[in-house]
């Protein structure tokens, strides 16, 4: 059969034919995109023609289209419906990826060209085209001698062996951690949906008659709000934590403790002080000291708003209160202070209606797109939806996939990827995924979602809408290919619309009845809005230092005692709570070491929220849901990409 991957997918907007690619295939033909690139590569090195953006920076734009093809669809399987022969792929293929991003990036006769480029003239993408090219070229080692490049050659390759073996152990101990449990009566509180949905996840796991009630990624799992049982709380919230520290062969402890020695011996290599210095100086915060102080200034704060939320929860449980019991006496609280029931506003909350009624609604109210299922297009699994993305003037825009549902084979946490990048230079247009992990409920029932996953779900299409809207000429600067602390700005002015009446009396609706939410409910919803904030604050700015804290030792300074390390990271941050673990720990922070996608990044949320405090007020002030707002933002910011600083497109929209 002819690998469907070699050449490019002549379905509409070059959504790859997964029901026609095997495994095999993605093989081949990052084989051949691997070697097919080098090539063109090469071709551009040597030429011996003098550098100009064309023969140049152009070039390396349209180089490499079918290891980016093969690569993307390849790695979304990996992340979203992972089978045994695909997990075995990821171990062999990640180190040549890094091997290539080596060559490519070491490659002194390419840099040389690139330095050589006049850019006297240029118009300002092009321009920052080529100064990108040349930053990261400085950034990857291409100035360091023979021995150096070697050596930081080696160091990447282990790093990525690292990351793609922390990743799988983190799944499957997410896996493996779920609580497994013989009697109904064990999950007293918990919705019907979701007792429903844990007998099927064990039906499915082998243990027809039983329930499972498995994790996500986080430390705190939804289900603690709910269950009545203490012991059972207990125990969910222990498995939850342990996951990566127990000792058993899904321990990453050691991986941790190699990727942070190697992280640390790479920023010196390139000549900075550690790796969060490193890290960022790719970003859009002017330097290290300044994260740290934002940081350090919110941490006491949000440790005396946990404590006195700690203090109200004590009083209402009776008793001395344990980590396991903060969101079962959270949610009690919350329904006898504010007259709010969580349990009770989840029929309201279907999956259907939030995204068609909801997420949808907002996005035609704002920027005039609509959005059209295309039943004769498939996903690469039978629970992903193929949406086309369509102008106002019926023009197409893109295609997006929405994968809400949990499965085995999928990796825990919420994200968005994109199979095809938008670029004018390419003819291209943009092709991008919403991931969740959403229990999926039994045959024939609705799926009912927690207020928490209506966030999400608005959450992570701000980051389709940031893909869906570029409009720019080079890929390198497509949509969400942005600074790690600037990507989560557009997602999270995109939460606004949630509770936005407009939008949300259009999707809060009784799944059986019709009925809006009633609006005393609003109401109460939103005067309790704040509840918590102490609570989620200590837990995310925990996880933020931890991150930090890995990534500013030196290689002699990493600790024999992962666990212990964490202890005294979290204390002298002044973040550490006894009741509040952050929200993740070191044995299942994907986020930082699964990879360095949020590396010495993680604090990127709250960094970005600096900013969407400020767009989001401005909407309010101005009208908040029109069209004239929807076209300043999608021109000015969500358009842009990468091709300008992002601190100018958003300097560009009007302040509040």
């Keep these: 059969m002819t690998n469907p991957l070699l050449s490019p997918s002549t379905l509409p907007y070059g959504l790859p034919p997964f029901s026609g690619i095997s495994p095999e295939h993605y093989a081949e033909a990052i084989e051949a995109g691997l070697s097919a690139h080098l090539s063109e590569i090469a071709r551009i090195a040597d030429n011996p023609e003098t550098a100009t953006l064309e023969n140049t920076a152009m070039a390396m734009e349209r180089s490499?289209?079918?290891?980016?093809?093969?690569?993307?669809?390849?790695?979304?399987?990996?992340?979203?419906?992972?089978?045994?022969?695909?997990?075995?792929?990821?171990?062999?293929?990640?180190?040549?990826?890094?091997?290539h991003q080596d060559a490519l990036y070491m490659n002194r006769e390419l840099y040389e060209r690139f330095a050589a480029i006049n850019t006297t003239g240029l118009d300002q993408e092009s321009a920052r085209l080529v100064e990108e090219y040349l930053k990261e070229f400085r950034q990857s080692g291409v100035q360091l001698d023979d021995a150096g490049q070697q050596r930081l050659r080696e160091v990447n390759a282990e790093l990525s062996r690292l990351g793609t073996e922390f990743g799988q152990r983190v799944k499957e101990a997410m896996k493996s951690a779920a609580l497994l449990l013989d009697d109904a009566g064990e999950l007293a509180g918990l919705p019907t949906e979701v007792i429903t949905g844990a007998a099927e996840a064990a039906k499915s796991a082998g243990h027809d008659g039983k329930f499972l009630l498995t994790l996500i990624q986080p430390s705190n799992q939804p289900a603690l709000a709910?269950?009545?049982?203490?012991?059972?709380?207990?125990?969910?919230?222990?498995?939850?934590?342990?996951?990566?520290?127990?000792?058993?062969?899904?321990?990453?402890?050691?991986?941790?403790?190699?990727?942070?020695?190697?992280?640390?011996?790479?920023a010196a290599l390139l000549g900075f002080a550690n790796f969060a210095e490193l890290v960022v100086d790719q970003q859009t915060a002017p330097g290290f000291s300044e994260v740290q102080a934002m940081?350090?200034?919110?941490?006491?704060?949000?440790?005396?708003?946990?404590?006195?939320?700690?203090?109200?929860?004590?009083?209402a449980a009776g008793h001395e209160l344990q980590p396991w019991d903060w969101a079962y006496?959270?949610?009690?609280?919350?329904?006898?202070?504010?007259?709010?029931?969580?349990?009770?506003?989840?029929?309201?909350?279907?999956?259907?209606?939030?995204?068609?009624?909801?997420?949808?609604?907002?996005?035609?109210?704002l920027f005039g797109v609509t959005f059209h299922e295309r039943d004769d297009l498939e996903g690469?699994?039978?629970?992903?939806?193929?949406?086309?993305?369509?102008?106002?003037?019926?023009?197409?825009?893109?295609?997006?996939?929405?994968?809400?549902?949990?499965?085995?084979?999928?990796r825990g946490g919420a994200w968005m990827n994109s199979l095809?990048?938008?670029?004018?230079?390419?003819?291209?247009?943009?092709?991008?995924?919403?991931?969740l992990n959403i229990t999926k409920p039994a045959p024939g029932e609705p799926t009912l979602l927690s207020l928490d996953e209506v966030r999400t779900v608005f959450h992570e299409f701000g980051h389709a809408l940031h893909g869906l809207f570029s409009d720019v000429t080079y890929p390198r600067f497509s949509g969400t290919s942005v600074p790690r602390d600037f990507v989560e700005y557009p997602s999270q002015v995109n939460e606004m619309w949630i509770m936005w009446p407009q939008v949300l009396g259009n999707y809060a609706r009784h799944h059986s009845t019709g009925e809006p939410l009633p609006q005393d409910t609003v109401d109460k919803l939103n005067a309790s809005m704040l509840w918590g904030e102490g609570f989620a604050t200590t837990e995310y700015l925990g996880a933020a230092l931890l991150d930090l804290a890995w990534h500013v030792i030196s290689e002699a300074e990493v600790p024999d005692d992962v666990l212990a390390f964490e202890a005294k990271a979290l204390a002298d941050a002044a973040i550490a709570h006894p009741l509040i673990p952050p929200r993740y720990r070191t044995g299942y922070f994907q986020h930082i070491f699964a990879g360095a996608g949020y590396a010495a990044g993680y604090y990127s949320y709250i960094w970005s929220e600096v900013l969407d405090a400020d767009t989001v007020e401005w909407f309010r002030e101005n009208g908040g849901l029109t069209r004239s707002n929807g076209e300043r933002f999608r021109s000015e910011l969500l358009s842009r990409g990468n091709s300008r600083d992002p601190l100018e497109s958003f300097r560009r929209l009007p302040r509040s």
């Design 64 to 99: 490499g289209l079918l290891l980016n093809r093969a690569a993307a669809a390849f790695f979304t399987m990996v992340s979203a419906d992972a089978s045994d022969t695909i997990k075995s792929l990821e171990t062999e293929l990640s180190p040549k990826f890094s091997a």
């Design 226 to 266: 709910f269950l009545e049982n203490r012991s059972i709380r207990r125990r969910l919230y222990e498995a939850s934590l342990a996951r990566g520290t127990d000792g058993g062969p899904l321990d990453v402890r050691d991986l941790v403790k190699a990727t942070v020695r190697l992280r640390a011996e790479k």
């Design 295 to 315: 940081l350090g200034r919110l941490a006491p704060a949000a440790v005396r708003n946990a404590q006195s939320e700690a203090d109200a929860l004590a009083e």
């Design 329 to 365: 006496y959270s949610a009690r609280v919350r329904k006898e202070k504010f007259q709010v029931d969580e349990q009770a506003l989840r029929p309201y909350f279907s999956l259907e209606t939030v995204l068609n009624d909801g997420v949808f609604h907002a996005a035609t109210q």
């Design 380 to 410: 690469y699994h039978p629970d992903v939806p193929v949406w086309e993305v369509r102008n106002e003037d019926g023009s197409g825009l893109g295609l997006f996939l929405g994968d809400y549902y949990t499965r085995e084979s999928k």
């Design 420 to 435: 095809m990048d938008q670029s004018h230079l390419l003819g291209t247009r943009s092709v991008v995924i919403n991931n």
